[in-house]
């Protein structure tokens, strides 16, 4: 299967569907992909079409598929240059989670799992929530109780029961942590951790083969929301499959945007480990991205080292004026996909082109808190 624990390196068990390596605690990890341009299947829509490269799933397991993935590339103008919009707000859940909970929900069915867990800002809630619903497995999403009313009220809508979780972010894990120890059948409870189950960073990567096919080569640059880092990752590992594949000579440079209120991962890729007990959960616009402590901070700054990448913080008071430019090119995103207009202005002297932004989630998901 290639999923192995980061830790200890034993592989990831043949049954059930652990979020954490039973022998050691360590988070499991899918280090390398593998991208076949002979295998993609052009008869499929989507994600599907990468399938080959979704490690983790046999190919005897059905997909569990709501039409994600095949998001428009939008070029505007933006600062002076033309800058492509990777519009992944537009896949079904309104957000780019839904890439990943697709391979997860799949993955879940297929070992046997009837009852999952997980814990979200909101729009993985929503997003697993929806895809547990195609798949007929029993949800129960965790999220802050100030979480934005419509990620809240799509997660009850799909029939999934809601637990709101007063306290930071950091909270509502732990919330959800203290619940499965309480179960009485854990082998049928699954914590659909979209932090912690590699299986969704292969759908992730997916978003980089659609921008190789649609530029028709490897950007110069790409700029992502970043607060588990998932997709940011995700993206960077499929660039890393292509040039493996012979496919593009070069890597773009990965640019991941926090809110400064919370951005672990700048400061630890500026300062470093010593910087870790001074890291904030302040309140922030941009919600999606309010995370203290990422799991694979590890990798992510092992992308910077390796010189493909770097973070860069949004102030709070530029969150809302760099949602209302976005819209005024018709691309209605909410603040946590925003900070990214920030982020161009501060960078995008120093950016290789061609630059692509990834507009992460829907400006619908924010319209109740907005007034």
Known sequence: MNITCTNCRRPYPDTSAPYKCPSCGGLYDIPELEFDPARVDRSQRGIWRYRHTFTGLPADCAPVS?????????????????????????????????????????????????????????????????????????????????????????????????????????????????????EDSPAKVAYASHASLPVNIPGYATTAYEIFEQLGCAPGAVVVPAGQGGLLLGIYRGFLALKRAGLTGSIPTMLGVQARACSPLWVLSTVGMSALGFITE??????????????????????????????????????????????????????????????????????????????????????????
């Open 66 to 182: 709501l039409g994600e993935g095949a998001t428009p590339l939008l070029w505007s103008q933006a600062f002076g240059q033309q800058i492509a919009f990777k519009c992944e707000f537009l896949n079904p859940t309104g957000s780019f989670k839904d890439r990943g909970s697709a391979l997860i929900s799949t993955f879940l069915k297929y070992r046997g799992v009837t009852s999952a867990l997980e814990d979200s800002s909101g729009n993985a809630g929503a997003s697993i929530a929806a895809y547990s619903a195609r798949a007929g497995i029993k949800a129960g999403i965790f999220v802050p109780a100030a979480a934005s009313g419509p990620k809240r009220e799509q997660v009850e809508n799909f029939g999934a029961h809601l637990y709101p979780v007063d306290g930071p972010r950091s909270e509502v894990t732990s919330a959800l942590e203290a619940m499965l120890q309480e």
């Open 282 to 371: 302040g309140q922030t616009l941009a919600e999606g991205v309010r995370i203290k402590r990422p799991l694979r901070a590890g990798a992510l700054l092992q992308m910077v080292e390796a010189g493909h990448g770097e973070f860069v913080p949004v102030d709070e008071a530029d969150i809302l004026p760099g949602r209302d430019e976005l819209a005024k090119r018709g691309l209605y995103v909410e603040p946590t996909s925003a900070i990214v207009w920030s982020a161009l202005e501060q960078k995008i002297d120093h950016l290789p082109g061609p630059v692509v932004v990834i507009l992460t989630g829907s400006g619908y998901k924010f319209a109740a808190r907005s007034k």
